[in-house]
């Protein structure tokens, strides 16, 4: 397994924008799939992006699609959530997660990292 930690969340206007990191350190395969998801207070958590390591495929819910964009550095062995355009109900804590295989159960958590959006 591999150590997730985020970074980059903050306070931010609506509208404004937020570049999340995860730091991957271990090992990563070509199989791995890196995904950020979020967790609202009272609600569950829930998919955000999703970005195949070897290929850099990737796929996004609907209510970020067009907004937000999930990229990989190889060589610092980090992924990246730029979130454009947000809005209040982005207020989340966003959680870094590495499955080790696609469509497998994401098995490796980061702690997570606060964005709040004002209104």
């Known amino acids: 397994q591999v150590q997730l930690v985020e970074s980059g969340g903050g306070l931010v206007q609506a509208g404004g924008s937020l570049r999340l990191s995860c730091a991957v350190s271990g090992r990563i395969s070509s199989s791995y799939v890196m995904g950020w998801f979020r967790q609202a207070p009272g609600k569950e958590r829930e998919f955000v992006a999703s970005?195949?390591?070897?290929?850099?495929?990737?796929s996004y819910a609907d209510f970020v699609k067009g907004r937000f964009t999930i990229s990989r550095d190889n060589a610092k062995n980090t992924v990246y959530l730029q979130m454009n355009s947000l809005k209040p109900e982005d207020t989340a804590v966003y959680y870094c997660a590495a499955s080790t295989i696609v469509a497998g159960a994401f098995g490796s958590w980061g702690q997570g990292t606060q964005v709040t959006v004002s209104s």
């Open positions: 970005l195949v390591w070897s290929v850099r495929s990737t």
